[in-house]
């Protein structure tokens, strides 16, 4: 068995890598730490095998895959391993800032027949803004979805443009996406233990390189089976889960819990702020209060907000950025959004 560092830095890199690699032999993948401290997850090539062949289960037919998003992270190399197990193309968005036009330009050279991307919501956003590439979105067999929950608006554009659109839910910790539209993969099952979302399945991570104190608190053995406990609180209807916001995602303001990704949720939802990041920052009065971040110019509807979760959740202020801080997995860099609210 090999561990192998999953810094690679290019899509050739990542595809080699796999497909020399040996079942038992492990990479070590970097989380994004958009909201803690970043972790090494340990990745078995099997569990990675074992995602990227559920996901060609779940597609149906063989096709190739056009690749935007950094192979350094899990959702990336399951570009490039889903490709490997179809044995089919791979193509390459040019490095550097993502642009509609760089996809656009790589399209080009995907071959005839079923294609497939795998995109974050501020990309599928960019691409939609753009006549051209929407376009060229709406000729993808499949475009999946994943990294962060991604605002309704922004799902309704996508499919009101004719983009076949699937939603993916996972983790590092479980091969990235497991859980598309809501249900799980391959042997992949969900399960809700005080309504937070817990999964198992061939997916599983080994755990945390060099913590196992923290392994053992995100896999927790529950009935003599090994899950992974997310961050996520979640219900169950029909058999399709539904991801309701993150179990630590709320600041105490005032003494009265504001539920941040609700608030996110509800402002991502009206025109203009589909980009709009909530975070909460310290206050001397009331200990922490919410402030919106956004490249936008649109208006916040402070009083919208006081209506759905309380006085408390009114924004602080708008902090108002050329554009936001993103992490190389095209996340929000909430660490770096909260210090530039912090900051004033």
Not at 253 to 261: C, E, I, Q, R, W
Request: net charge negative; aromatic share 6%; charged share 20%.
């Amino acid at each position: 068995m090999a561990l192998l560092t999953a810094d690679w830095r290019s899509a050739e890199d990542a595809l080699g890598a796999y497909e020399t690699s040996a079942d038992d032999d492990v990479f070590a993948f970097g989380t994004s730490g958009s909201t803690g401290a970043p972790k090494r997850v340990l990745l078995s090539r099997r569990a990675v095998r074992a995602s990227a062949r559920f996901a060609a289960e779940e597609l149906g037919a063989s096709g190739a895959w056009l690749l935007a998003l950094a192979p350094s992270y899990v959702a990336g190399f399951n570009v490039v391993a889903r490709a490997s197990e179809m044995g089919t193309g791979l193509v390459v968005v040019a490095e550097g800032s993502f642009t509609a036009e760089a996809f656009c330009e790589a399209y080009v050279h995907l071959p005839s027949g079923p294609n497939y991307t795998s995109l974050v919501p501020a990309q599928l956003a960019r691409l939609l803004d753009d006549v051209e590439a929407s376009a060229v979105l709406a000729g993808f067999a499949r475009v999946l979805l994943g990294g962060q929950a991604p605002p309704a608006q922004l799902v309704r554009r996508a499919r009101e443009a004719g983009v076949r659109l699937t939603l993916t839910y996972g983790a590092t910790e479980t091969s990235g996406g497991c859980v598309w539209d809501g249900r799980p993969l391959g042997d992949t099952e969900v399960a809700l233990i005080d309504g937070v979302i817990h999964l198992t399945g061939s997916v599983l991570a080994d755990g945390y390189r060099d913590d196992p104190e923290q392994t053992a608190e995100a896999f927790p053995v529950v009935d003599g089976r090994r899950w992974h406990r997310t961050r996520d609180a979640g219900e169950l209807h029909g058999g399709r889960l539904v991801v309701v916001g993150r179990v630590d995602d709320v600041i105490v303001s005032g003494g009265v819990k504001v539920p941040l990704a609700a608030v996110e949720a509800l402002l991502r939802d009206q025109p203009g702020l589909a980009d709009a990041v909530v975070v909460g920052v310290p206050d001397e009065r009331w200990g922490e209060v919410p402030v919106v971040a956004t490249a936008g110019d649109a208006e916040v509807d402070a009083e919208l907000i006081a209506g759905a979760y309380g006085a408390a959740a009114r924004p602080a202020r708008v902090l108002r950025l050329p554009e936001l801080p993103l992490l190389p997995s095209g996340k929000p860099d909430r660490l770096a959004i909260r210090a530039l609210a912090a900051a004033g």
